[in-house]
């Protein structure tokens, strides 16, 4: 098993160009979630999902969008980027529930904005 | 609202002892820790859910104080590998979302 599998590991863009952070799971796991992780902040969360074709705001959505088409990906899509999302990005998931589940996590996207 | 963790940072010799303090002013269903290394994933260590209990795993253990809302991981006989970034995460109950704390470094030195 590879775990959660997230793509790429690097990025570079620049101000308000897009793209899609993706995130691949093969543990048959019903939960997902996207964090962006910033220095002295912990990890806050982006946005969720439940289920395929069930997603929901985290603490931090704006700026980023989400959709659940199978239950094996969780993309992420930042629409106009802006240098404050500037950050690490990770994607986890878990069986059945996340407050009450271990999260498993994926190495990670590190992502620049100039 | 963010879980508080104490201490931010502590360093440590070989073999001596640590307690990590995590404290919400919410009333918590669940309390997670998990350790990240530098560039890594965070890694799960352990769960605990509403109903007081402690947890260990190895030489590392866990309390929940639900009452006082508050959690606490102690780490004994530390070893090099022990070194890390560890990050409480809280749930209420009936809820999908994990709010994690910012962090408490530890060092631990030869």
């Known amino acids: 098993n590879a775990g959660v599998t997230q793509t790429p590991k690097f990025q570079v863009l620049k101000t308000g160009q897009s793209m899609t952070l993706q995130c691949a799971q093969d543990?048959?796991?019903?939960?997902m979630s996207w964090y962006r992780q910033d220095p002295g902040m912990g990890l806050r969360l982006i946005h969720y999902?439940?289920?395929?074709?069930?997603?929901d705001q985290g603490e931090v959505p704006n700026g980023y969008n989400v959709s659940r088409s199978t239950t094996e990906d969780f993309p992420l899509r930042l629409l106009s980027a802006a240098p404050s999302q500037t950050s690490v990005y990770f994607c986890?998931?878990?069986?059945?529930?996340?407050?009450?589940?271990?999260?498993?996590f994926g190495d990670g996207t590190r992502l620049s904005i100039l | 609202q963010q879980p508080v963790q104490s201490p931010q940072a502590v360093i440590l010799r070989e073999g001596e002892d640590a307690v990590i303090n995590c404290s919400s002013s919410?009333?918590?269903?669940?309390v997670h820790w998990y350790r990240q290394k530098h560039g890594e994933a965070p890694v799960f260590l352990m769960i605990?859910?509403?109903?007081?209990e402690q947890k260990g795993h190895d030489k590392i253990s866990a309390s929940f104080n639900e009452k006082k809302q508050q959690s606490s991981l102690y780490l004994t006989a530390s070893q090099l590998s022990y070194s890390g970034t560890y990050f409480c995460?809280?749930?209420?109950?009936?809820?999908?979302?994990?709010?994690f704390g910012a962090g408490t470094i530890l060092r631990v030195k030869s």
């Open positions: 986890a998931s878990s069986r059945q529930g996340i407050s009450n589940q271990p999260q498993h």
């Open positions: 543990m048959n796991h019903e939960y």
């Open positions: 999902s439940v289920g395929a074709g069930i997603t």
């Open positions: 919410k009333a918590l269903y669940s």
């Open positions: 605990l859910l509403k109903g007081g």
């Open positions: 995460g809280t749930g209420m109950e009936y809820g999908n979302k994990l709010v």
